[in-house]
């Protein structure tokens, strides 16, 4: 039997998440100083998970959230199929009016069942799955791997998590997300099962870690 512990993050927040500009899969933006003290908040928390394997996408902002796990020298792999969706034209613009109800008018194609309707230029909810679905069979195919840790993005966890636990596709936004929370799930040789969802307990450290930073650049700057 095959079983597996599989910890699924969203990335930590960039300017773009601060600012409400649309990123997806074109745009590769950094974490901002926030989404780097929620990562080491994370890490600080979760390091002691004898992590087999680390999966992130093809996007700066999924590697610089696990990177102090990577420094450990815990093997990664990049998979294109875990890039977020392509929001197509709108991507790199903040959101206008106009564009903030065509959002709005999406979501609900895809909650009415229409999850082949692409956005403008973009994918829709059925190519991303479609995508992931090569990802997640790969990930599953390493059946010594039996902690994993995945670093993706938002939308795309929402769609990830209805593969792994067969909700259909317009369910997907029954699936809370802030930036790096944490989805933990268990896989007994059948089905998964959620252990944590949408877990922010981890950056309960982030205060704690903000003035350790705040200390050390005190010190440095006094010698």
């Not at 100083?33 to 999924?62: C, M, N």
């Not at 990049?78 to 034209?89: A, C, Q, R, V, Y």
């Not at 069979?137 to 792994?164: F, P, Q, W, Y």
Request: proline share 2%.
């Amino acid at each position: 039997m095959t079983t597996k512990k599989i910890y699924i993050i969203r990335h930590g927040q960039t300017d773009f998440n601060l600012k409400g500009i649309v990123q997806g899969s074109g745009v590769d933006s950094s974490l901002n100083d926030i989404g780097q003290l929620q990562a080491k908040a994370f890490f600080e928390t979760y390091r002691s998970v004898p992590f087999d394997k680390i999966y992130i996408s093809k996007l700066k902002r999924t590697a610089e959230s696990v990177r102090d796990f990577i420094e450990m020298g815990i093997p990664f792999e990049k998979l294109e199929g875990l890039n977020e969706i392509s929001w197509g034209t709108n991507e790199g613009q903040k959101i206008t009016p106009e564009e903030d109800a065509y959002y709005h008018w999406m979501l609900k194609q895809w909650q009415s069942g229409n999850t082949a309707e692409r956005i403008q230029g973009g994918e829709s909810p059925e190519d991303v799955v479609a995508r992931q679905r090569v990802a997640l069979d790969h990930i599953m195919s390493k059946t010594e791997e039996k902690n994993v840790l995945i670093c993706m993005h938002g939308r795309a966890l929402r769609i990830i998590l209805c593969e792994l636990l067969n909700y259909p596709l317009k369910s997907m936004d029954m699936f809370e997300h802030q930036n790096l929370c944490l989805y933990q799930l268990d896989f007994t040789g059948s089905i998964f099962t959620i252990k944590k969802h949408n877990d922010i307990e981890h950056l309960g450290l982030l205060y704690q870690v903000s003035k350790e930073k705040e200390k050390l650049s005190k010190v440095a700057t006094s010698s």
